[in-house]
């Protein structure tokens, strides 16, 4: 029996939506690959800040103005190092600072992008902007919809994403997981009511 293209779509929402824990390797790319824009920073000593040297004290200056906090935030957001991330917010580090060497994203930004849902609901449990835009408009949403990361794109729906915002070019998530040929997060975003 040939099923036509809306029977066809709704078994493959169904077989998202039953999906428990099950591990996509698509999932876990590589977050050098289709970086948007110019997310690309200055190469750092990744090894200090995966350690957490920059945190342990070692450095007054790091961790002393809001400044140095935010920009610690930042660079940790950026590395995946949840722990960086928490001890920098305890101590003070604006959650929702945006980082003008790169385009204005927000460490939510960074770890949407890094698709690391356990680092999202930590900053905005902390009060970071689920809807914050760079300064191409995009939300953390938009990044994880353009890089096709599905569970991030429930993930952020989850904490309260607006799904309906746009980006410079006019495109909503939907729009651009669409664009993109992005059938997972598509999948994802049509199934939770994203609006095209």
């Not at 169904?14 to 970086?35: C, G, M, Y």
């Not at 935010?70 to 917010?89: K, M, P, R």
């Not at 790169?102 to 992008?113: I, M, S, V």
């Amino acid at each position: 029996m040939k099923l036509n293209f809306k029977e066809q779509l709704m078994n493959k929402i169904l077989a998202v939506l039953n999906k428990t824990n099950e591990t996509d390797t698509n999932e876990k790319q590589d977050p050098t690959q289709s970086r948007p824009r110019k997310m690309q920073r200055q190469d750092k000593d990744e090894e200090s800040y995966a350690k957490g040297d920059m945190l342990s004290g070692q450095s007054d200056h790091a961790a002393g103005s809001e400044e140095d906090l935010n920009e610690i935030l930042f660079q940790a957001a950026e590395d995946d190092n949840l722990l960086g991330v928490e001890d920098a917010l305890q101590r003070g580090a604006d959650v929702n600072f945006g980082d003008r060497n790169c385009e204005g994203n927000t460490a939510l930004h960074f770890l949407a992008f890094r698709n690391n849902t356990d680092g999202c609901v930590l900053v905005c449990s902390h009060g970071a902007d689920v809807n914050a835009q760079n300064d191409f408009g995009e939300t953390p949403l938009h990044l994880a919809a353009a890089r096709n990361l599905p569970e991030m794109c429930r993930c952020l729906a989850d904490l309260g994403a607006n799904l309906g915002i746009r980006e410079q070019g006019n495109l909503t998530a939907l729009k651009l997981a669409y664009e993109s040929g992005n059938e997972k997060s598509y999948e994802a975003l049509y199934t939770i009511g994203a609006p095209k």
